[in-house]
């Protein structure tokens, strides 16, 4: 059993697919992915989110406003609540600070980022959260509006072992895309054998960041069995301890999604 803890299902490039999501999602099936978990990224998208996840019992669903989607027009604690009635949502996100791409927006995304958390804390639902060149203004803002009950994920991580020794204190845990399999991330692969082996996740973040040898290729679900090929050997443990590992650590930080 493998679970791809990130994706973005409605993005997906499906030409070798005929079009078709479902060949794409049994694909993964055969490769042991047994769960996937499609994350939103605004409100544009939220409906297309939900509408796969409920098609896909294998499938589970977020809601929230990236950072690098943000508007003046700050999501609202109230909308955050409601959209996460919808069935199958499991977490919030993804959420948090994006100063590589997105450094002018700096300030309507903290006030984002802020009612994530706080809606976070009040449903205990745990936070997505991406995080990149903004290391101490994500920590400061998960110590001052996030609740360790409600901890959730720094996924596709790419930042040192101190942001990440810092989020696993506060509860998070850090979720590894197929960038760790990159030639150039040497300092991402000795995070990735820090890592405790019960807050490690893997992911795809398809369709980006298709791990080596697909890199540069549309990325899918099915992809995520390279990336946990990679840690386990970086880690020096079987393909198979670590993915049972990283599917009960997605089973225990998202625990409205079921392994039955
Ligand atoms: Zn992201
Ligand atoms: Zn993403």
Same mark, same amino acid.
């Given at each position: ?24 999602? #049994? ?7 047994? %769960?996937?978990?499609? =994350? ?21 669903? +977020?809601?929230?406003? *990236? ?7 700050? =999501?609202?604690?109230? %909308? ?5 009635? +919808?069935?199958? $949502? $499991? ?24 009612? *994530?958390?706080?809606?976070? %804390?009040?449903?205990?639902?745990? /936070?997505? @959260? ?14 001052? *509006? ?6 959730? =994920? ?9 942001? %990440? ?11 590894? #895309?197929? /960038? @760790?399999?990159?030639?150039?991330? @040497? ?7 820090? $890592?405790?082996?019960?807050? /490690? ?29 990679? =840690?386990?050997?970086?880690?020096? $443990? ?23």
């Amino acid at each position: 059993m493998l679970v791809d803890s990130h994706c973005h299902l409605d993005r997906l490039k499906l030409e070798n697919h005929d079009d078709a999501l479902d060949a794409a999602i #049994s694909e993964a099936g055969a490769r042991g992915v047994s %769960a996937m978990l499609c =994350v939103c990224i605004s409100d544009e998208n939220r409906a297309a989110v939900l509408d796969i996840a409920q098609r896909f019992p294998q499938v589970y669903a +977020s809601v929230g406003v *990236h950072p690098t989607d943000v508007t003046d027009a700050v =999501v609202s604690e109230a %909308a955050l609540l409601e959209w996460a009635q +919808s069935p199958k $949502v $499991v977490a919030l996100g993804e959420t948090g600070l994006d100063y590589y791409y997105t450094k002018d927006s700096a300030e309507v995304q903290q006030a984002s980022f802020a009612n *994530h958390l706080r809606v976070g %804390a009040k449903t205990g639902l745990p /936070i997505i @959260v991406h995080t990149r060149d903004a290391r101490e203004d994500t920590l400061r803002l998960i110590r001052e *509006h996030g609740s360790t009950e409600s901890a959730g =994920v720094l996924h596709c991580f790419t930042e040192n072992w101190e942001m %990440a020794k810092q989020a696993i204190e506060l509860g998070y845990y850090i979720s590894f #895309s197929g /960038i @760790v399999t990159f030639k150039n991330a @040497v300092e991402l692969k000795d995070v990735a054998k820090r $890592v405790p082996a019960d807050r /490690i996740l893997v992911e795809t973040d398809s369709p980006y960041l298709a791990p080596v040898p697909y890199r540069g290729k549309p990325n899918e679900p099915k992809y995520v069995r390279e990336v946990a090929e990679y =840690v386990a050997e970086l880690r020096g $443990v079987s393909f198979d301890a670590l993915a049972e590992q990283t599917s009960a650590n997605f089973y225990a930080l998202f625990n409205k999604a079921s392994s039955a």
